[in-house]
């Protein structure tokens, strides 16, 4: 089972950054089932000990690669999207339509949920993960400009950034269960109704 590790790879180490480059190159071609310490080292031209020296095996490299994958998904789509929208309701829905569409797009979150699903168990069930922690930190901050800006419903932000992360990542992981009726287009434009009424003020708190 994969473990996202609580300290990202640090983006000063070129190394560490060049090996998640090939193990995320190798996942997308061949899966991750097999995918060992020595076939990174491999594909990345180096030996063992350097791969070694970062990661204690499969697990710990792997969870820093997700992390990594989807902070950058959510850095980069977010803010993207929500440029130009009028208040802080608006930018949320907006950027997190977007990281739902890049997800969906996203060839190791494909190839992942396609082959091997059983992988993000854990951040699906049981804990979250380093870069789910990253997200809601995003998303609180824009709940609580939201609200400032009365845009957004009265609420504890921790609590409605958990609801907003489920909704998004249900969709991402489960987009099979829709596919047939509501291809990616559709699924991305109904969570932006079901998140712009989650989050819009009611009559009563106006």
Same mark, same amino acid.
């Given at each position: 089972?994969? +473990? $996202?590790?609580?300290?990202?790879? +640090? ?5 560490? =950054? ?5 193990? &995320?190159? +190798? ?8 995918? !060992? ?15 070694? &020296? ?5 697990? !710990? %490299? ?19 999207? @929500? ?14 339509? @977007?990281? %739902? ?5 996203? #060839?190791?979150?494909?190839? $992942? ?8 168990? !854990? ?7 380093? @870069? =789910? ?9 824009? $709940?609580?400009?939201? =609200? ?24 991402? =992981? ?13 699924? !991305? ?11 819009? #003020? ?5």
């Amino acid at each position: 089972m994969v +473990s $996202i590790s609580n300290e990202e790879e +640090s983006p000063s180490d070129p190394m560490a =950054q060049s090996l998640l480059d090939a193990a &995320r190159d +190798s996942i997308a071609v061949f899966g991750l089932r097999r995918l !060992t310490l020595t076939d990174v080292a491999r594909r990345a031209g180096v030996s063992r000990p350097t791969v070694y &020296r970062r990661w204690r095996d499969m697990d !710990t %490299l792997l969870g820093d690669l997700l992390t990594r994958e989807m902070h950058a998904v959510v850095a980069s789509a977010a803010p993207r999207a @929500s440029a130009g929208a009028a208040d802080g309701r608006s930018r949320l829905v907006a950027g997190a339509a @977007s990281v %739902l569409a890049d997800l969906r797009a996203h #060839p190791l979150m494909s190839r $992942i949920l396609d082959t091997e699903p059983e992988a993000l168990v !854990t951040y699906t069930f049981r804990r979250l993960g380093s @870069s =789910q922690r990253n997200a809601l930190a995003m998303v609180e901050e824009q $709940i609580r400009a939201g =609200q400032a800006d009365g845009s957004v419903r009265p609420g504890e932000p921790a609590q409605l950034a958990r609801m907003v992360l489920l909704l998004v990542q249900s969709a991402a =992981q489960s987009w099979r269960l829709t596919e047939d009726v509501l291809p990616l287009d559709g699924l !991305t434009r109904e969570v932006r109704r079901m998140l712009d009424g989650y989050l819009q #003020p009611g009559e009563d708190d106006s």
